[in-house]
């Protein structure tokens, strides 16, 4: 079974753009999960999406957005892109919402100048 | 507040020189208690769930525990190539898959 995937896997962008990144679950997982990685907070639950609809929400500001598609595909957004948004963002798949793994994709890692 | 300790922060062995990472926790509701590894530059790779107080799992030469208040990961006769940091991480009643994480143990094993 191919892995958790996530594009693009490096990114460059400046001061006030947005920036759109996408995650693959592993086939048949239905939930997706979004991370922030940063040497300073560690890792840092941003939302999490079950059959097209988010049920859970981390403590970050409404510049971050996300949605699911029937595919179970997931997509993140940030606009007004600032110099502490640069991270690793990570996405992970679950088959359902009780017990079982949780896997990790590669992450992308954002660089904002 | 839920929260999740990691200890120690860094961790230096030698080669085939055995060692245990402890987890502790301080969460309303446990549903499951979860330990990644990462290597620089990568996602966390999955080693193990533990779901209840006195359950183990083991894996090559990891083995990790679980008890009310904390879940430890034992490396027995560790090599080079299990350097990496590893990562806990809870998931709590009510927060359907949030997982909250510890800061992490980077561990470097030396030959």
């Known amino acids: 079974k191919a892995g958790v995937t996530q594009t693009p896997r490096y990114l460059i962008k400046t001061r006030g753009q947005q920036v759109t990144l996408s995650c693959s679950p592993i086939s048949g997982h239905r939930s997706v999960s979004w991370y922030q990685q940063t040497p300073g907070q560690g890792l840092q639950f941003l939302f999490e999406?079950?059959?097209?609809?988010?049920?859970n929400k981390g403590n970050f500001p409404g510049r971050f957005s996300g949605r699911q598609f029937s595919n179970s595909r997931s997509e993140m957004n940030v606009s007004t892109l600032e110099l502490g948004d640069s991270a690793l963002y990570l996405c992970a798949s679950r088959a359902t919402s009780g017990r079982g793994e949780q896997f990790f994709g590669p992450g992308t890692r954002l660089t904002v100048l | 507040e839920d929260q999740v300790t990691q200890s120690p922060e860094a961790l230096r062995l030698q080669e085939g020189e055995s060692s245990s990472l402890n987890c502790s926790y301080t969460?309303?509701?446990?549903?499951?208690l979860f330990w990644y590894r990462q290597d620089p530059g990568k996602g966390p790779e999955f080693l193990f769930t533990l779901y209840s107080a006195g359950e183990e799992k083991e894996k090559e030469r990891l083995k990790a525990t679980l008890t009310k208040k904390e879940s430890f990961l034992h490396i027995t006769a560790p090599k080079p190539e299990d350097s990496a940091t590893y990562l806990c991480a809870v998931q709590i009643s009510g927060g359907y898959n949030k997982l909250i994480f510890g800061a992490g143990t980077r561990l470097a094993v030396h030959p």
């Open positions: 999406y079950f059959s097209e609809t988010q049920r």
């Open positions: 969460v309303s509701g446990l549903r499951g």
